[in-house]
């Protein structure tokens, strides 16, 4: 089982660009969420998802949108990054009825 | 909004000292989490406490949870190298939140050989 993936690994991009971070799992977690990580700010979390079809915003969620349209994916866009968009963004999932994250490898995301 | 504040944000310790990392929320937690992140790696879950005053050990480590459920603390014991890393707190702030967790800003050690 490869557990939580995430694609790609690292983007440099240009000011105005769009592109999108893919997360996929194989654990069947009905869970999924988006965070960034910046020195010294811990991890905050973007947007989640308690299932398919569904989103919602978390603590940081501007400039960015989400996705589900299936269950094993979760989809981060940024439809015209900014340079305080370049950040280590992490994906995590959580079983229902369970508390523990399990969280992909991380995207490092530069904006020029 | 609501936060969980953890210190120290970074500390350096000699092989073989003691390290502590110290979580606090203003509001009663229904749980506490710990994960560690090795660098350039992604956090890994530790362990939960969930009851008022609970203690766990993990070989080296000692995790507690305070009796009003308002903060925590990570013990290590005779720090080794492989220990480095940033250790973070998590914890649910509000009910009815979509299991939300809301991590601290984590303390980076550094253990000198």
């Known amino acids: 089982n490869a557990g939580v993936t995430q694609t790609p690994k690292f983007r440099v991009l240009k000011t105005g660009q769009s592109m999108t971070l893919l997360c996929a799992q194989d654990m069947n977690h009905e869970y999924m969420y988006w965070y960034r990580q910046d020195p010294g700010m811990g991890l905050r979390l973007i947007h989640y998802?308690?299932?398919?079809?569904?989103?919602a915003k978390g603590e940081v969620p501007d400039g960015y949108n989400v996705s589900r349209l299936k269950k094993q994916n979760f989809l981060l866009g940024l439809e015209s990054a900014a340079p305080s968009q370049t950040s280590v963004y992490f994906c995590?999932?959580?079983?229902?009825?369970?508390?523990?994250?399990?969280f992909g490898a991380g995207s490092r995301l530069t904006v020029l | 909004g609501q936060q969980v504040m953890q210190i120290p944000q970074y500390q350096h310790v000699q092989e073989g000292e003691d390290f502590t990392t110290y979580c606090n929320s203003s509001t009663t937690l229904s749980n506490i989490q710990w994960y560690k992140q090795r660098p350039g790696g992604h956090p890994v879950f530790l362990i939960q406490?969930?009851?008022?005053?609970e203690v766990k050990k993990q070989k080296r480590l000692t995790f507690q949870f305070g009796e009003a459920k308002k903060n925590s603390s990570l013990h290590i014991t005779a720090t080794q190298t492989t220990d480095v890393g940033t250790y973070f707190c998590a914890a649910e702030l509000s009910s009815g939140s979509a299991r939300q967790l809301t991590f601290g800003s984590g303390t980076q050690l550094t253990v000198l050989p």
């Open positions: 406490l969930v009851k008022s005053g």
């Open positions: 998802s308690v299932g398919e079809g569904t989103t």
């Open positions: 995590a999932t959580r079983l229902a009825g369970a508390n523990v994250l399990t």
